[in-house]
């Protein structure tokens, strides 16, 4: 189809006895973006660098821009654009100069390309400052600017916010933004901050432990991390009973010796609170809550709280 930038099958990475890729097999389509999720080790680096062709798999093929593994991909690399782990870039070169041997190196012929990207990702005013005196923010947007010389329609940014304080990641939000809605640039993108991808991403994948454990859309991902109703009281085995009993559709967790998340509708927490009364039951806590995105990336990992 044409529509799919890239798609895996059964993946893997082996180093020595133990696997950093397990059999991974995604999907990703034009336009979107995806939000790369897992905790340090889960296999996002290593993910990105065998498909930006930093690293080669022990097994399985993928397909990247219609081209295939290995031979067909090489000329198709061309078209992506990458930032793994931090950008590269020459210290005692100035910003202007860095993105100009970039746009060399990949064999971009627009001489104004490196001023359009510049400007792009807001550089201009300080295009002569050599990258050894940039702040960690102005780096991050210098590598984004030479990941995007080449003109790619595939960009692959790997923990692209880590060391920005709040005001340049809503500045990169922004601009990551604009890049796939003006530009039509399929973006796939990890980061630590779940938070700022719930606001970003248009889809997510789950990595853990070198599996992927479940892709979803934003759409379905704001379902599950749905309201949700948290009742503390000091005899939970009761109250688990009441509400598989009286609420038998609905599902919950216990999450902590005295805490109970319901998750279902506002609406249940009168009906709740009054069957507990009923049966003498003591709530010391009944409110409606929501699950972050973070919340519910422990869950489907088994992550301690």
């Known amino acids: 189809m044409e529509n799919i930038v890239l798609e895996t099958n059964c993946l893997c990475k082996r180093y020595n006895n133990s696997y950093a890729l397990d059999n991974v097999s995604i999907k990703l389509v034009k336009n979107h973006i995806y939000g790369f999720i897992g905790e340090n080790g889960a296999g996002k680096s290593t993910f990105m660098k065998i498909i930006s062709g930093l690293a080669f ?52 012929p627009d001489a104004s390309a490196s001023d359009k990207v510049i400007e792009m990702v807001g550089l201009s005013s300080d295009k002569h400052k050599k990258a050894k005196d940039l702040s960690m923010g102005m780096k991050q947007r210098l590598g984004i600017a030479i990941a995007m010389v080449g003109d790619p329609k595939f960009l692959i940014l790997d923990e692209p916010i880590n060391g920005l304080d709040p005001k340049n990641i809503v500045s990169l939000r ?49 379902e599950k991390c749905s309201r949700y109703v948290s009742v503390k009281t000091d005899n939970i085995p009761e109250t688990v009973t009441v509400i598989e009993r009286e609420f038998p559709d609905v599902q919950y967790k216990v999450v902590e010796d005295d805490c109970i998340k319901v998750f279902a509708k506002s609406g249940i927490m009168t009906g709740i609170s009054r069957k507990l009364m009923e049966k003498g039951i003591v709530i010391s806590e009944l409110s409606v809550k929501e699950q972050t995105l973070e919340e519910y990336f422990m869950s489907i990992t088994g992550g301690e709280k």
């Open 174 to 222: 922004k601009l990551l933004k604009k890049l796939n809605e003006e530009y039509d640039v399929t973006i796939f993108i990890s980061s630590h901050i779940l938070s700022e991808l719930y606001l970003l991403a248009t889809d997510y994948i789950f990595i853990h432990k070198g599996r992927i454990i479940e892709t979803t859309t934003h759409k379905m991902l704001e």
């Open 57 to 108: 798999p022990t097994s399985g093929d993928f397909t990247l821009l219609g081209g295939k593994y290995p031979n067909g991909v090489q000329e198709k690399r061309r078209k992506i654009g990458t930032m793994i782990e931090q950008p590269a870039l020459y210290p005692n070169y100035t910003i202007k100069q860095n993105v100009e041997l970039q746009r060399i190196a990949v064999g971009n």
